[in-house]
């Protein structure tokens, strides 16, 4: 089901911009974005996958993974084919990259925002997550889902790589009430060799989100000998606790895919030498992730450093919460920050 992709505007020379993601696509008539998803057709900008889910699924909020928001809930979960990332170890490529790869084709089952909404409040959930492919690529579905979610007192969760534009922001933004934001390494190269994507928009995206008050926390996936170096962790850390040190940040093992098969999987020393370097730099919150490890995926009071949220299970899906409504340490009273209602 194709619809009008809105987020775009026409320039003078006749061509559209598509103005929802950083790659910011200038196509000619019959032209594909770098996604694979929007295309120029009779003079338009369509989205190729509205109201086409490849992939749904109802999931502990804890897997998107969100630690400080609704913890213990369900997050109905969807995504559809197409990304404007080509990471080389995409754990969905199978999806997110089936447009590039199978000459623009696409796939999905008939899932309008209605539905969805529908789907989220018989299966009890607490919030809707766009995720598995990056939601930007097909942000007006999002947008339409989003604002019927709000709408019924779900909330919203984005699973991004942070190339939003600010105008998809600022649309957005109404209706969004948290976003995982992956930071996959801290070197333009990295970026550039392994993702097809620039650093330097990422940042910014995590900087103009904050800004305007959306709930965020970061992924970082630890490839080994890529972007696990301790300088590496160390700036992403020190960005982080500069922005706000009370930004969660997810660090994640990696295990051998797609185009980086020939890579090892993250030794656990290496999960928690970067914890360890997240927390002397100052952040409030570091939890690994993929791997099932009590200790650094549970929650610790900052104000007596006791555990407020146990967490067990390779995603932290096992969740105790210990916290007093509002975010409150039963302990010492210190009001914890994220989204706990
Ligand atoms: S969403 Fe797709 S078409 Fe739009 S700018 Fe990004 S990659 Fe290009």
């Not at 930004?247 to 999987?265: E, G, I, Q």
Request: proline share 5%.
């Amino acid at each position: 089901m194709a619809s009008t992709a809105w987020l775009s505007k026409r320039l003078d020379d006749g061509r559209i911009l598509c103005e929802a993601c950083n790659q910011r696509c200038r196509l000619h008539e019959g032209e594909y974005g770098i996604c694979g998803v929007r295309k120029v057709e009779n003079g338009e900008l369509e989205l190729l996958v509205y109201g086409m889910a490849a992939a749904v699924n109802v999931d502990p909020v804890e897997k998107k993974p969100m630690f400080h928001f609704q913890p213990g809930t369900k997050s109905f979960s969807f995504g559809t084919v197409g990304c404007n990332f080509s990471c080389k170890f995409c754990q969905n490529f199978d999806i997110s990259q089936y447009p590039k790869e199978h000459g623009h084709r696409i796939f999905g089952r008939d899932l309008p925002p209605k539905q969805i909404v529908e789907l989220a409040r018989e299966y009890e959930c607490a919030s809707v997550a766009y995720t598995y492919n990056e939601p930007v690529v097909f942000f007006e579905y999002t947008f339409d889902t989003a604002r019927l979610a709000h709408e019924a007192g779900l909330k919203n969760i984005y699973v991004t790589s942070g190339y939003e534009t600010h105008k998809a922001i600022d649309t957005l933004a109404p209706y969004l009430d948290g976003m995982n934001i992956d930071i996959k390494g801290f070197t333009d190269s990295f970026y550039k060799e392994i993702c097809g994507a620039r650093l330097k928009p990422v940042l910014d995206t995590i900087k103009y989100a904050h800004k305007k008050g959306i709930w965020i926390e970061t992924t970082t996936l630890l490839i080994p000998g890529h972007n696990d170096s301790d300088e590496e962790i160390r700036n992403i850390a020190k960005f982080q606790a500069d922005l706000d040190p009370a930004m969660p940040w997810h660090l994640s093992a990696f295990y051998p895919m797609y185009k980086m098969t020939d890579v090892s999987p993250t030794p656990a020393s290496t999960l928690k030498r970067a914890y360890e370097i997240g927390k002397e730099e100052g952040l409030k919150y570091v939890y690994v992730g993929n791997i099932d490890d009590r200790e650094h995926e549970s929650t610790y009071c900052p104000g007596c450093e006791k555990v407020v949220i146990e967490r067990r299970g390779a995603i932290g899906q096992y969740v105790t919460n210990h916290l007093k409504e509002g975010g409150l340490c039963p302990h010492c009273g210190y009001r914890l920050e994220g989204v706990w209602e």
